[in-house]
C-alpha cells in the first residue's frame, strides 16, 4: 500500500489537477492500494472526482471520531465518513498524538469506531528522538501496540513513522527501518495471538531517492508519505516503484 496523507495541505483547484495526474501516471497494480488522505473538507470532492473519473486511487481520512454522542463541534463521525465511501483512516498519528492529546484510551475507541463501519486502519506509531537515543525505541513501541485486539484483525495496518524523521529530511537507516518493522510485526503476532504478519508501512521524509531502498526492505510492505505526496509527478514515481 502506498499512502498519500496531504496533512493541513492543498486547496480545491490542487486536489483536482492532482487526482486526475496521479491517476493518469501510476501504473496501477490491485496489490497494491493507492491511497489519497486529503484534509476532511475536501472528502467529499475528492470522491466526486475519483467516481468522475474512474479513477482507482482509494479515499483515506486523516480523521475519525469516537464520539456516539452528535454533540461534538468539529467532529467527524465513522458514520460520516462512510457518505464518501472512505475506506482508510490514519490513526495514532503522532502529530495528533501530540497535538489533541490522543492517548491510548482514546485511540482504542477510535479503533472500535472505525471497526464498527469497516474501514480499514492505519495505525500510526513512532518514537522521539530522545527514546531512540535511550535505546527504549521497542519499549515504547511495544506501550503503542497494546491496546490492539483481535477486533482489528482484518482491517488493519501499521504504519511505522519515528518522529524524529517526519518532515525533517532525516532518514531511518536501512538497517533499523528492517529490525524495528521486523519487531512490530513480532509483537503484532504475540498481542493479537496469529501467525501471519501485518502489513507494516514506513513513514517519516520518504521521497523519490530514498523509496526504492526502503521498499526493498524485507519487512517494509508500503509507505505512508507526506511532504513529497503533495507533488503528483513525485508521489505517482513513488507509486510505481512500488
Ligand atoms: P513526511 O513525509 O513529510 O516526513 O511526513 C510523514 C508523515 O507524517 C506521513 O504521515
Not at 493518469?24 to 467516481?51: G, H, M, W
Not at 482489528?152 to 519515528?162: C, F, N, R, S, V
Amino acid at each position: 500500500m502506498i499512502v498519500s496523507n496531504w496533512k493541513m495541505n492543498g486547496s480545491q483547484s490542487h486536489l483536482e489537477q492532482w487526482i486526475k495526474d496521479v491517476s493518469s501516471n501510476i501504473n496501477y497494480k490491485t496489490e497494491v492500494p493507492c491511497v489519497f488522505c486529503p484534509p476532511a473538507c475536501y472528502l467529499d470532492s475528492s470522491r466526486q472526482i475519483i467516481n468522475q473519473i474512474s479513477s482507482k486511487l482509494r479515499l483515506g481520512s486523516q480523521v475519525i471520531d469516537y464520539s456516539q454522542n452528535n454533540a461534538l463541534t468539529g467532529g467527524i463521525s465513522a458514520e460520516i465518513l462512510g457518505d464518501f465511501i472512505v475506506e482508510y483512516v490514519l490513526i495514532g498519528h503522532s502529530e495528533q498524538r501530540e497535538h489533541f492529546k490522543e492517548d491510548n484510551s482514546i485511540l482504542r475507541l477510535k479503533l472500535n469506531s472505525a471497526n464498527k463501519a469497516k474501514i480499514s486502519t492505519i495505525f500510526c506509531i513512532g518514537e522521539s528522538e530522545e527514546l531512540k537515543i535511550n535505546d527504549q525505541t521497542k519499549t515504547f513501541l511495544k506501550t503503542q501496540l497494546e491496546i490492539l485486539t483481535s477486533e482489528d484483525l482484518g482491517h488493519l495496518t501499521i504504519a511505522y513513522e519515528p518522529i524524529w524523521a517526519i518532515g525533517t529530511g532525516l532518514n531511518a537507516e536501512k538497517n533499523y527501518i528492517e529490525e524495528v518493522h521486523g519487531y512490530i510485526k513480532e509483537q503484532c503476532q504475540l498481542l493479537l495471538d496469529i501467525k501471519e504478519n501485518i502489513s507494516v508501512l514506513y513513514g517519516g521524509s520518504v521521497n523519490l531517492d530514498n523509496c526504492e531502498e526502503i521498499l526493498s526492505l524485507n519487512n517494509v510492505d508500503g509507505l505512508l508519505v507526506g511532504g513529497a505526496s503533495l507533488d503528483s509527478d513525485t508521489f505517482s514515481k513513488i507509486y510505481n516503484n512500488s
